[in-house]
């Protein structure tokens, strides 16, 4: 009875990328973006029936995020948006125009998925709006496939959201728990035989509070003669399961991948006569399982055969589609890889071998899947020795910077002459269709490396000349060569490979490509630097040289699961010290080192969090060593809430740290103000994933309310970050009316 818990959507060649990416420029219609996304379901369901999978998922399609469909679905849509209808409210929620702000956007756990985080007030009104949800069951139906319908639980939207009136959103449960006891009627009527409810709320550290929640919510809604199975993921769920044990639900689904703790649990889920659902394939990682030990684990369960489902252990949504496309690849780490449709075949035959079942034509996937295994422990493209050695006889200077940071700055400024309040950008520029066709004919062999050079150069000549227009006081090269912050550094890391199709969705259209760490990771050349070292040979002012930290690469990663992480974070700093190293022997005296993912690397259960906070820092800072005390050192993180891991940002001894705070005003930089952090801070004052530029007088009030907070000898102004997603008609006006803003509130502080 093979069981996913979700799968991907973007489309195996980014169909609703590209289909969502035209209409929004106008180009097409809603009808023909609907088709897309009707063709995308029916190929989606059809190729897990093809797989064999009895349980299969409806409602885990979305045009953009599935917190905003379930904003929808509860009647749930702020008061602003409330002029708007239909997909131009919901893209409204998701992208903001020049009329809307978005909502709020953070990361979906500790995973690379970005959620909208809903916006309440306590004394909300919630109505039910099922449409979405039942359209695509009955879609599925009318293909000839039954589906579960997957909804986010109450607790999860609850403890995900935010109010605007400083209430807990868990207060709202009593308001909310009709809407959903509701729609399990609506659903029943229509002929839904099984709903999936997510819960991972659940497995972060829960308080009383949700777990008294859970438990009034799954005694309400459950509804006779419709199924509900409540779905965790990413970490164990043991209070959780002590909570449900009491309800009417018909089950529950565990991560054994990423919760081995879930153990604990099963004893129990077997007394109750339960199903439990047995997340033992791999939903967040690419490399093959090993499916003898799955079967193995299985069978050793305390818990009867009849009542086990055996599951993805989250939705497929975190891994590419499928490996068909990957013609280049080299064929070891080929055959250690399993993406999304491979996993599939994976779950079936494991569910075959547990219940004993004939294998028959999946015989020759067991005996490849059993070689895989094996040429990966020994390979030699995995080990390299020099790399294991450097690691291991690290001198002092090679693992920190020797001076303190509030000693560093006054000779910084000094030497970077850069005024108060000093205005820059994150890092990347707009990356156009002229950008993205240079790249995609250099590397199909259409023009030379002397042809494609020289064009890269024109556009950092010209976005050099914009930036000392605009008045920026640290300029940047504008990232023209790359095509993404992580794969760039990774197709020049040896260790290091890629696919060429492996695109795994990170919000709305944005996709990215993960690299894969199959080995022992070194810098065999340098990375940036002719390019940077070009770009400051333009101007007078700093160049900043933009790097990708340690901690980033790896969470933003598919990381080897052979070697113990901390070793391959660190291999991973040595790398980048190397290019630090050479960029500042090269004359560059400002270095971004960005760590945009370093808080959603967190452990979510706290006791694990020290760990993780000692190897992310030592890892930064092994990265960050080589800089002299007059190179100035910036980091940049996005949307993350910073106020308990202050002491560890201000471990990382960064000079500068750029965050975003425009969707969320103050409430971020308030955690460096509490903390009294000496270092200097870039705050974001505009949202560069909302096509809308911000007037003068929106960016000075911006200023204004960061100067609340923040002392501005310590403040620099930015964009939340890169604009590489923007056009460039948009790109600089904003960027000159934040330089305005900026001057103009500059004058009036030296006034005074």
């Known amino acids: 009875m093979p069981y996913v818990v979700g799968y991907p959507r973007i489309g195996e060649k980014r169909e609703l990328k590209f289909a969502l990416e035209k209409y929004w420029r106008g180009e097409t219609s809603l009808n023909e973006l609907e088709e897309v996304a009707k063709e995308l379901r029916a190929r989606h369901w059809n190729y897990q029936k093809e797989a064999g999978i009895e349980y299969i998922s409806s409602n885990d399609f979305s045009y953009y995020d599935q917190m905003i469909d379930m904003i929808v679905m509860l009647g749930a849509e702020p008061q602003e948006y409330k002029d708007l209808e239909g997909i131009d409210r919901y893209f409204a929620m998701a992208r903001g125009d020049q009329n809307h702000k978005a909502l709020p956007m953070t990361k979906w756990f500790n995973t690379n998925y970005h959620y909208f985080v809903p916006q309440l007030r306590k004394d909300m009104e919630f109505a039910l709006n099922l449409q979405k949800p039942l359209n695509e069951f009955k879609e599925a139906k009318a293909l000839g496939i039954e589906t579960k319908v997957n909804l986010i639980g109450p607790v999860t939207f609850l403890s995900l959201s935010r109010t605007i009136d400083g209430s807990d959103p868990l207060e709202l449960l009593p308001r ?84 081995p703790k879930n153990i604990q649990s099963v004893e129990e889920i077997s007394k109750s006569g339960k199903k439990l659902i047995a997340g033992v394939v791999d939903g967040r990682n690419i490399w093959v399982s090993d499916i003898d030990k799955k079967v193995q684990f299985l069978q050793e369960l305390p818990i009867e055969k009849d009542q086990v489902i055996v599951s993805t252990s989250c939705s497929l949504l975190h891994v590419p589609y499928t490996l068909a496309y990957e013609k280049k690849l080299d064929g070891n780490i080929k055959s250690w890889l399993a993406f999304a449709n491979e996993k599939l075949a994976e779950l079936r035959l494991i569910d075959k071998l547990y219940r004993g079942k004939e294998i028959g034509e999946d015989r020759e996937l067991l005996e490849a899947n059993k070689a895989a295994n094996e040429t990966r422990k020994s390979s030699l493209q995995i080990h390299n020795k020099a790399v294991q050695e450097r690691l291991a006889n690290l001198k002092p200077e090679e693992k ?24 820059t950008t994150i890092g990347s520029f707009p990356q156009t269709s002229e950008v993205r066709k240079l790249r995609r004919d250099y590397k199909e062999g259409k023009i030379s490396q002397e042809e494609y050079k020289a064009k890269i150069k024109e556009m950092i000549r010209y976005c050099v000349n914009v930036q000392e227009d605009i008045g920026l006081d640290v300029l940047v090269h504008g990232e023209f060569e790359r095509n993404d912050m992580v794969e760039y550094f ?105 760590e945009a993912a370093f808080k959603e690397g967190y452990p979510l259960r706290s006791e694990n969090r ?57 409430r971020l930089l308030e955690a ?69 803003a900026t001057k103009d509130v500059r004058s009036r502080i030296v006034q005074l």
């Not at 010290?577 to 050479?582: K, L, M, N, S, T």
């Not at 975003?660 to 005003?665: L, Y």
């Open 176 to 259: 909310v728990l009709p809407i959903y006891k509701e729609a399990m009627e609506e659903l029943k009527e229509a002929g839904v035989k099984m709903v999936q409810f997510d819960e991972p709320a659940l497995v972060k550290d829960p308080t009383q509070k949700q777990l008294e929640a859970i438990k009034q919510a799954y005694k309400v809604i459950p509804t006779k003669g419709i199924e509900s199975y409540i779905v965790t993921y990413f970490e164990h769920a043991n209070e959780a399961v002590e909570q449900l044990i009491d309800t009417p639900i018909s089950g529950i689904g565990l991560d054994f991948v990423h919760g």
């Open 610 to 666: 020290n760990e993780y906070e000692r190897v992310a820092v030592e890892s930064f800072k092994i990265s960050t060593a080589p800089a002299r005390p007059k190179t100035q050192i910036h980091t940049h993180m996005c949307y993350s809430d910073f106020n308990d891991i202050m002491p560890t940002i201000d471990a990382m001894d960064a000079d500068v740290i750029s965050i975003e705070t425009a969707r969320n005003g103050n």
């Open 490 to 594: 990774g197709q020049m890391l040896s260790g290091v490979a890629f696919s060429e199709n492996g695109w795994v969705q990170s919000y709305g259209s944005r996709c990215v490509k993960p690299p894969i760490i199959y080995g022992d990771v070194s810098r065999p050349a340098p990375m940036t630097v002719e390019w940077i070292t070009y770009a400051q040979s333009l101007t007078d002012k700093p160049m900043k040289g933009m790097l990708t930290g340690p901690v980033t690469m790896l969470n933003w990663s598919f990381v080897r699961d052979d070697l113990d992480r901390e070793l391959v974070y660190k291999q991973m700093a040595l790398a980048i010290a190397d290019e630090v190293r050479d960029l500042q022997d090269a004359g560059i005296k400002v270095i971004q080192v960005d």
């Open 400 to 423: 920190e910077r020797q001076m303190r940071g509030e000693e560093r700055l006054p000779l910084q400024r000094e030497i970077l002459g850069y005024p108060m309040l000093p205005t």
């Open 672 to 740: 460096f103000r509490n903390y009294h952090y000496k270092k200097e801070v870039g705050a974001g004052v505009y949202d560069i994933h909302s096509p809308r530029i911000p007037s003068k007088e929106e960016l000075i009030a911006q200023i204004e309310d960061r100067l609340k907070v923040f002392p501005a000898r310590l403040l620099w102004i930015n964009p939340d970050c890169g604009l590489k997603t923007r056009r460039w008609e948009e790109v600089i006006p904003a960027l000159t009316n934040m330089v305005e």
